[in-house]
């Protein structure tokens, strides 16, 4: 009778290139870990991805963001800062949220000393509400949307006049106010692409005006001034593609008087 031979488990090891990664794979807190182009990483990982808190410095541009990281992406809350040629120290550039390395949410760009926007951003871009002041002078707050005013906003010019109303696209289109408050005048009505197409000026503020006008304006009166700026409005947001005739709103009418 036989017996059957006592048989070993066949021992399994990882091959060294595994172990070796395992013992690469970085996660927690860090130290500095330098990249081979020169970039390096201050903070937290998981599964060798940078997560957490921490600081990454691009050497190719002189940028360094501090603050929250998810999945190897910025997001969170962090600081976006940039090497100053002259002095060699560091300014801020944005300071808000990000989401997927992109800003996202409530933050504020400085674009140079004296210009800045602080509002909401969505895409890296500004969109929402939010305010600009530009190195001219001018501020900007009101509606954005990709980059461009869009919506209802308050554009304030450096000389004190201002309009509010209405933007698409960058530029003044539907109702608004200008107020020509060195002049003491008021324009209101409607704008198209920037400029104004149907409207009223009245005398605003005179007495504080710092150059005011010769002569005052005089009231006038239309009989429906309502109907009449409904139809102007109309003339030019309708599509003229179906008609090359120009067209002449109702409200102009030539009478022939006969004695």
């Known amino acids: 009778m036989y017996s059957m031979p006592f048989l070993k488990r066949p021992q399994t090891t990882e091959p060294l290139v595994k172990l070796w990664d395992k013992k690469a794979q970085k996660c927690g807190p860090h130290h500095t870990v330098y990249s081979v182009n020169g970039d390096q990483y201050t903070g937290e990982w998981m599964d060798n991805k940078k997560h957490g808190k921490g600081a990454q410095v691009w050497k190719k541009t002189g940028m360094i963001y501090d603050g929250d990281w998810r999945c190897g992406k910025r997001e969170g809350y962090g600081t976006l ?36 926007y602080e509002g909401q951003w969505r895409e890296d871009q500004r969109s929402g509400w939010g305010r600009m002041q530009y190195e001219n002078g001018e501020l900007y707050e009101g509606e954005w949307l990709k980059d461009k005013h869009h919506g209802q906003g308050l554009l304030l010019l450096a000389n004190g006049n201002r309009f509010v109303g209405t933007w698409s696209d960058g530029q003044k289109n539907g109702h608004g106010k200008f107020y020509y408050l060195d002049r003491g005048q008021l324009y209101e009505g409607f704008w198209v692409d920037g ?40 003339y030019f947001t309708e599509d003229k593609e179906k008609s090359t005739e120009t067209m002449i709103p109702s409200h102009i009418v030539a009478r022939q008087y006969v004695p």
Not at 108 to 114: I, R, V
Not at 228 to 234: K, P, R, S, T, W
Request: glycine letters at 6%; aromatic letters at 12%; one cysteine or more.
């Open 81 to 116: 800062s940039k090497t100053d040629p002259e002095t060699k120290e560091y300014v801020r550039v944005y300071v808000g949220s990000w989401r997927n390395d992109k800003k996202e949410g409530a933050g504020t760009c400085f674009y140079s000393p004296s210009a800045f």
């Open 195 to 234: 400029v104004a197409k149907c409207g009223t000026v009245f005398d605003f503020g005179r007495e504080a005006a710092v150059r005011p006008t010769v002569y005052p304006i005089h009231k006038v009166c239309l009989q429906d001034s309502q109907a009449v700026l409904m139809e102007a409005q109309a």
